[in-house]
C-alpha cells in the first residue's frame, strides 16, 4: 500500500532491506542455530543443509533467466516502437515475471514459517517477525515495479495481496503436514530453512542493500535489528 499510494517510500528501501538482513541473521544465529546443534544430528544437517543451497541457488538461476529475458523483450518492444496492444503485452508478461520470483520466495518463506512452529512456538513466532520485516522489503520492491510498469494502485495493493496469501497456505501446509516429523527429518528441514535464510540475507537483503547505495545509516539498522531481535528471543526465553 505505501508503494502503491506513495511512491517515494522507495527512498527507504535501502533501510528497510538493511534492517531486514540483520532480523534475518539474528533468528538464524539466535535460534535456528541453537536449536538444530541441540539435536545434534550431522547427517541430516548436511543433507538439509546442502538441499537447501542447491534448491536456492536453482531458484536464483532460473529468476535471473527470467528477469533477463523481460529485460530482453522490453527493450526489443522500445527500439522497434511497438504499438499500444504489444506494449500492453509487455507490460502484462513483465508482471508476471516479477510476480514469479516474489510467489517461490513467499511459499518457502511460509514452509519455514510451518516447520519453525512446529519445532517450537518460540521459533516460530521469531520467524513470523522475521519474514514480516523481510516482506515488507519484498512488497516494496514490488509495488514500486508494479506501478512502474503502469499498474493502478489498487492493482498493486490487489496483486501484491493475492500473493501475500501464499504465504499463509505454505505456512498451514509446513505446520500440520510437518508438524509430526520424527527428530532426524525435522533436522533435515531446519537445516534446509538455515541454509534458504543464510543465502536470502548474503546473496539477496544485504546485495541488494549495497545496489541501492551504502550508509551509515543502513548499517546502523542492520545491527540494531539484530540486537533488537536478540533481545526478543531472551525475553520470550
Known amino acids: ?3 502503491a ?9 535501502t533501510y528497510v532491506l538493511h ?9 538464524v544465529a539466535v535460534e535456528l542455530l541453537p536449536e538444530i546443534t541441540r539435536r545434534g544430528l550431522v547427517t541430516d544437517v548436511v543433507i538439509g543443509f546442502a538441499a537447501g543451497i542447491i534448491t536456492m541457488v536453482l531458484v536464483d538461476e532460473l529468476l535471473d533467466r527470467m528477469n533477463a529475458r ?49 519445532a517450537g512456538a518460540k521459533i516460530g513466532i521469531l520467524l513470523a517477525l522475521a519474514e514480516a520485516v523481510e516482506q515488507l522489503a519484498v512488497g516494496m520492491a514490488l509495488g514500486v515495479e508494479l506501478r512502474a510498469s503502469g499498474s493502478s494502485s489498487l492493482r498493486t495493493v490487489l496483486f501484491s495481496t493475492a500473493l501475500a496469501l501464499l504465504v499463509y497456505v505454505s505456512a ?29 540475507v548474503t546473496e539477496e537483503l544485504l546485495r541488494e542493500a549495497h545496489e541501492e547505495g551504502e550508509t551509515r545509516i543502513g548499517t546502523t539498522l542492520f545491527f540494531a535489528g539484530f540486537l533488537a531481535f536478540l533481545v526478543v528471543g531472551m525475553t520470550l526465553g
Do not use: C
Not at 534492517?19 to 533468528?27: I, N, P, Q, R
Open 1 to 3: 500500500m505505501f508503494a
Open 5 to 13: 499510494y506513495w511512491p517515494r517510500v522507495a527512498e527507504w528501501r
Open 19 to 27: 534492517l531486514a538482513a540483520g532480523v534475518v541473521f539474528s533468528v
Open 70 to 118: 523481460r529485460k530482453k523483450e522490453a527493450a526489443s518492444a522500445n527500439s522497434l516502437n511497438a504499438s499500444a496492444s504489444i506494449g500492453q503485452s509487455t507490460a502484462s508478461e513483465s508482471v508476471m515475471s516479477l510476480a514469479v520470483p516474489v510467489g517461490v520466495d513467499f511459499v518457502l518463506d511460509g514452509l519455514l514459517l510451518g516447520v519453525g512452529f512446529a
Open 172 to 200: 498451514l501446509a509446513g505446520g500440520t503436514v510437518l508438524s509430526h516429523l520424527s527428530d532426524a527429518p525435522m533436522e533435515a528441514i531446519l537445516s534446509f530453512g538455515l541454509a534458504a535464510l543464510l543465502y536470502l
